[in-house]
């Protein structure tokens, strides 16, 4: 057992460089897992954070997903590297070593590796814990003071070596499975066996199209209904199209090159060639990576446009800085203390009543709102206030004018062209008049509570209140509360006046919304969303990036001896250079664009779902696509500096 062991560890220092990168990529996706479960269980930051246990189950969940998806990872890498290694295995069979003995070593290598990974994973990860904490709170928190003490938590360990070490045990018995079935004589001429060149289909790469083009279409055209219920049809359309066309469609693409003159081009007959025989062992590869390259841009480009618009979506859902219902004099008075207190001014302030009116109208839909229904109320105000309403808004809105006899409807839609081709020229009916809508808001700042905002002429209005067409108190004859809108210097920083409002409010008015309120929750929301993106996004560069870096260094290998052919019959060192670029770059940067094309069309369905709802612009899908646009190029050039690895390494060992 001695010997096996001292073998192993000598056969791992010996191809130390071929396992660094899968070694440094398993050690942070065990640094990753142990983060999730130390800050699930550091009590200091979840006593931080508003909603604990949904972060909890949120961090755990993902923590799972990274760790199964590591587990199908290592399956991967582990056939991977026992197929390579079949002339060494089959040199220790011809020396005696029964297949018994040569399992047993594979079995010792992987725990070896797996061990020495879970230690740098799990040192690292506590070493850094302090830290990580500290970065998920900045993220999360709109006003983090102060420190985070260094805690190492036992479950976390647990919870992260046990998992692991089942999953290399695993790895380590399959691959004594796998060597019973070796034959000797097959083991010795696996180095000269290459892989059969693949032609493809021409109805598998049209139909691999048709998939993903029926999944695109879908993607883009379906509205948000219709969008959930066909969510994982559209996922199963698109995955199979991708992998039939890396398996099928990219072959019959490679051989049609054939017919083109620039195919017999020197290096573009070798690098095409070369790959095009490599395509039925990394295929698969490569369609994973384009699927999981779509996911993770997709989940952290989403995350960090709702974090890099938490702000504006404060103020698009609540409009104002604070906001609360009330008739109590003592509670104002109590209000204007409390800014008094902390010195901080205020900007603008406006109470007014909630005034209510029930105008008829013709019953249609339009921007899949049904409008005209006998139980539809209006808030309703005059020119003057309703602008004074917009004065006190903390975003700048254009003051409205209105003439006798008109009237403007606002509400928020997402799609007010598309309102007012609708609503302009229709008339609302009072008691004793009748008045004509000639313009649309999208904004819905100034319902307090109903559905839809009527903005009228001041003498409109006055006449209306005359006649009893607008009310403000209920059916019991209860007056409503005057709702009275703040605007104040610095409303999102002032922490410490916002919990004092806070306590001020809570229990003693009808309702009252402030935007600091959403704005933390928001940012604590998205910011764990960022932050778990981001690691999730890692791990998945790093385990596709090292498994093809893997890939490629060993077909380095056995394909030495056709660059030493091709060396022989007169080709330079810059042609050799030339080909090794040409035949490496599909590889890595195929799956990627594949990858970029699934997360352009994602995004369109997260814009239908989310964004459209939640970005007050004009055309919030451009605006996905411009923070996504950052997130593709991080991608690439991390990809682009593992191609660059795993090109000089193919370059050393090929020459």
């Not at 590297?81 to 047993?104: D, Q, W």
């Not at 490679?254 to 095409?272: E, F, K, M, T, W």
């Not at 603008?348 to 899949?368: G, K, L, N, S």
Request: one cysteine or more.
């Amino acid at each position: 057992m001695m010997k096996l062991t001292a073998l192993a560890v000598r056969n791992i220092k010996r191809s130390l460089p071929k396992y660094a990168m899968y070694f440094f990529a398993l050690s942070f996706s065990v640094f990753t897992v142990y983060s999730f479960l130390a800050l699930n269980f550091n009590e200091q930051v979840m006593a931080k954070l508003t909603y604990s246990d949904r972060y909890r189950a949120l961090l755990t969940s993902f923590g799972v997903i990274i760790f199964v998806f590591v587990t199908f990872f290592l399956i991967s890498s582990n056939n991977s590297f026992i197929r390579a290694r079949k002339k060494e295995i089959s040199t220790y069979s011809l020396f005696g070593m029964t297949n018994r003995k040569i399992g047993l070593l594979l079995f010792i290598e992987t725990m070896i590796i797996g061990s020495a990974a879970l230690v740098a994973g799990l040192g690292l990860g506590m070493f850094a814990s302090k830290l990580t904490a500290m970065v998920l709170l900045n993220l999360t928190l709109a006003h983090f003071v102060g420190d985070v003490k260094f805690v190492i938590a036992p479950e976390a360990i647990y919870l992260t070596i046990i998992p692991f070490l089942l999953v290399f045990g695993v790895m380590g018995l399959s691959g004594r499975r796998v060597i019973g079935k070796f034959e000797l004589i097959d083991l010795f001429k696996a180095h000269k066996t290459l892989e059969t060149r693949s032609t493809g289909s021409i109805i598998l790469l049209l139909l691999s199209l048709l998939l993903i083009g029926a999944g695109y279409y879908l993607a883009v055209s379906l509205g948000l209904g219709e969008l959930l219920l066909w969510a994982l049809p559209i996922l199963a359309l698109v995955i199979t199209g991708t992998f039939l066309f890396f398996r099928s469609g990219l072959p019959k693409i490679l051989s049609g090159l054939q017919n083109r003159p620039s195919y017999y081009r020197g290096d573009n007959l070798i690098a095409v060639s070369t790959f095009n025989h490599r395509i039925k062992s990394i295929g698969g590869l490569m369609a994973a990576i384009a699927v999981l390259s779509a996911v993770a841009v997709t989940v952290i480009a989403s995350g960090y446009t709702l974090y890099a618009t938490v702000e504006k979506s404060t103020y698009d859902t609540v409009g104002y800085d604070l906001y609360f219902y009330t008739d109590n004099e003592q509670v104002l008075h109590d209000v204007h203390a409390a800014f008094a207190e902390y010195d901080v001014n205020i900007i603008d302030e406006h109470t007014t009543y909630r005034y209510q009116a029930w105008p008829r109208t013709d019953m249609f839909v339009a921007v899949e709102w049904e409008f005209g229904t006998p139980d539809t109320y209006y808030r309703i105000y005059p020119q003057s206030e309703f602008n004074q309403l917009l004065s006190a808004a903390r975003e700048r809105y254009r003051q409205v004018e209105v003439g006798k006899g008109e009237a403007v409807l606002a509400v928020r839609t997402g799609n007010n062209e598309l309102l007012e081709k609708e609503w302009v020229g229709r008339k609302l009916h009072f008691s004793d008049s009748n008045l004509t809508v000639t313009a649309c808001l999208d904004l819905d700042i100034t319902v307090f509570g109903a559905y839809y905002t009527v903005v009228v002429s001041d003498s409109d209005f006055a006449a209306l209140m005359e006649n009893g067409d607008i009310v403000t108190t209920d059916t019991g004859g209860r007056p409503f509360d005057r709702v009275t809108v703040v605007k104040y210097e610095n409303p999102l920083g002032s922490h410490d006046l916002n919990r004092k409002l806070n306590q001020v409010l809570r229990g003693r008015v009808g309702s009252y919304r402030m935007a600091y309120n959403h704005y933390i929750e928001a940012l604590e929301a998205f910011g764990l969303v960022c932050f778990i993106g981001f690691f999730m996004s890692i791990v998945f560069i790093l385990m596709t990036a090292s498994l093809l870096y893997f890939k490629q260094v060993m077909a380095a290998q056995e394909e030495r001896h056709l660059y030493q052919m091709l060396r022989k019959i007169g080709i330079s060192g810059r042609m050799e250079g030339k080909v090794i670029a040409k035949r490496l770059f599909p590889v890595f940067f195929i799956p990627l664009l594949v990858g970029f094309a699934h997360s352009i069309f994602a995004m369109k369905s997260a814009d239908t779902m989310v964004f459209s709802s939640m970005l007050a612009v004009e055309n919030s899908y451009l605006t996905v696509l411009q923070f996504s646009a950052v997130m593709y190029g991080v991608y690439a050039l991390i990809y682009g500096v593992f191609y660059f690895i795993t090109k000089r390494q193919y370059s050393n060992i090929v020459s």
